[in-house]
């Protein structure tokens, strides 16, 4: 399987506790892992194919996503869960310590891995992580947040997006919103929806890092921001966690997923990152 003239991806699997992990390996050198929730490997390709000229890079969907079933599908997927899976999988390779990227909810699940096993992450960078148990309205947040799964449970898939939206401060038009979530989709792009709205979402936003226990570890914590997320709800979380580690957040280009907007430019600021980290 290959993605390109000069990148070769090999496919693999995983077994831990509760589920089966579908994982991705290209490139050679220093182990770099990207990992988003719900994200999956795919959304990272582009960006993993950059990096493996000078990387070993691992890739994940994480677990009761895309090609990582679960045991039981109606297992939660919990912060401390999903680090575990990625320490399992940084073990398995015995590449480690890795430089860890995680975005938005990948961003808690590369958090959650330093405060259980930091000796295997060099650097997390956590780009955007919605950790609104931070906030002083974090009560009035996770009632919103709540509110948005009810909706989706009865029916309204349109509606509860347009509730995260609103509630992320981000801006997105009815018709798109309809475009994006109200026609006919993939089944396992439904599937990976419906997982992530009643056994994840809560469960990410909710988790409270530790900034005690994530400054005293060994690893470098680097908070990623967007340079487009000026007034979302994550640039909020990302600059009162940098705030409690007693650092300002790291910004990089474009938004809440910059990395699959200008992929260079995103390639070429997390290189100049980490030279530096």
Known sequence: MTAGPATT?????????????????RGAGPLIVFVGAPMGADAFAPIADILASTHT??????????????????????????GADL??????????????????????????????????????????????????????????????????????????????????NIQIPDPLLTQMFGGDRPAQDLASEKYWFEHEIVHTVGWQPDPAVLAAAPTRVIIGLGADSAGQLCARTCHELARRLGTTPTVFPGGHTGFTEDIPAFAARLREVLRTA
């Not at 991806?9 to 390996?25: F, R």
């Not at 994480?62 to 999903?82: I, M």
């Not at 959650?112 to 295997?120: E, N, R, T």
């Open 9 to 25: 991806v090999s496919v693999h699997t995983l077994d831990v506790p509760g589920a089966t992990l579908h994982y991705e390996i």
């Open 57 to 82: 890079v691992l890739t994940t969907d994480p677990r009761g996503h895309q090609r990582s079933p679960l045991d039981d599908p109606e297992q939660d997927s919990t912060a401390a869960l999903r």
């Open 87 to 168: 320490a399992a999988l940084i073990t398995h390779l015995g590449a480690g310590p890795a430089v860890v990227f995680g975005s938005s909810g990948g961003a808690v699940s590369a958090l959650a891995l330093v405060q259980q096993d930091p000796d295997l992450v060099t650097t997390v960078i956590a780009h955007e992580p919605p950790s609104i148990g931070l906030l002083d309205d974090r009560d009035s947040l996770l009632d919103g947040t709540t509110d948005l799964i009810e909706t989706y449970r009865g029916g309204d898939t349109v509606g509860a997006w347009r509730k995260f939206f609103a509630q992320a």
